[in-house]
């Protein structure tokens, strides 16, 4: 059940190129991953650590720079890997994330995660 922060956060995006994968008009996450980034992102932001509109904006900037790839170059489509990449960017942009302390735990979680099953991350 949604709250009305977590109502306006998902209808804001609907309809427009940053909306989140559905399935009978439900949000749509097909690894636990996927799910526990989208509610960390509405958790950060409910608590005020940044504008939802802020996150979008990058998650939108996101879509492109992977749209705006050579198809010979352009990695596998996956929504949740730019919504990492735009929650990783807002976290920055706030001074909330430290960077190699980030790419130190994503790869021990990378890691982990190859050698026990086949749910990846980006």
């Given at each position: 059940?949604?709250?009305?922060?977590?109502?306006?956060?998902?209808?804001?995006?609907?309809?427009?190129?940053?909306?989140?994968?559905?399935?009978?008009?439900?949000?749509?996450?097909?690894?636990?991953w996927?799910?526990?980034?989208?509610?960390?992102?509405?958790?950060?932001?409910?608590?005020?650590?940044?504008?939802?509109?802020?996150?979008?904006?990058?998650?939108?900037?996101?879509?492109?720079?992977?749209?705006?790839?050579?198809?010979?170059?352009?990695?596998?489509?996956?929504?949740?890997?730019?919504?990492?990449?735009?929650?990783?960017?807002?976290?920055?942009?706030?001074?909330?994330?430290?960077?190699?302390?980030?790419?130190?735990?994503?790869?021990?979680?990378?890691?982990d995660?190859?050698?026990?099953?086949?749910?990846s991350?980006?």
């Open positions: 059940m949604f709250t009305r922060f977590e109502e306006f956060a998902a209808n804001s995006m609907l309809g427009h190129r940053d909306s989140p994968p559905r399935a009978q008009g439900r949000l749509h996450f097909t690894q636990d996927q799910r526990s980034l989208y509610g960390l992102a509405l958790a950060l932001s409910k608590a005020g650590h940044f504008e939802w509109e802020a996150f979008r904006q990058n998650l939108i900037g996101s879509i492109s720079s992977w749209e705006q790839l050579p198809c010979d170059n352009q990695p596998p489509w996956d929504y949740y890997g730019r919504f990492l990449e735009a929650l990783i960017q807002v976290l920055q942009e706030h001074s909330l994330l430290d960077t190699d302390e980030l790419q130190s735990r994503l790869s021990a979680l990378k890691s995660t190859q050698n026990t099953d086949s749910r991350i980006p």
